[in-house]
């Protein structure tokens, strides 16, 4: 999602911003904007909605976008020390549909030429 928002024609870069709720904020009223009329409302609704339960959900886990990227926070307290075992496999699963999402949405993004993707994310 930092990307989405940040990634574009004019817009500065931003490479500190990992709070997931506010990017998905900057990013889900815009997107609506651009992509009903390529996907129409039904299915846009439906993408988005299972984005923004992902995105919430992601949020409530890593509010700062550090616990998923990093093992310790910025003083050396470690993260998750409280879990021995963590399920990665349901958060693997949902990435996927939500990449599959995504995919759709840049590529009707970049079709109504609001997307640069010269230096793709893989």
Do not use: C
Not at 65 to 76: A, I
Request: charged share 35%; proline share 7%; net charge negative.
């Amino acid at each position: 999602m930092k990307h989405y928002v940040y990634d574009k024609r004019n817009r500065p870069k931003n490479d500190t911003e990992h709070d997931l709720r506010k990017l998905w904020n900057k990013t889900s009223v815009e997107m609506k904007q651009i992509l009903e009329p390529i996907f129409g409302e039904m299915e846009l609704r439906e993408a988005m909605e299972k984005l923004e339960d992902f995105v919430l959900k992601m949020h409530a886990l890593d509010p700062k976008g550090q616990v998923m990227r990093f093992p310790e926070d910025p003083l050396g307290n470690p993260f998750l020390q409280d879990y021995s075992i963590i399920n990665i496999e349901p958060i693997y699963e949902a990435g996927l549909e939500v990449e599959m999402i995504f995919d759709t949405l840049v590529n009707g993004l970049a079709e109504a030429g609001e997307y640069i993707a010269d230096d793709p994310v893989e």
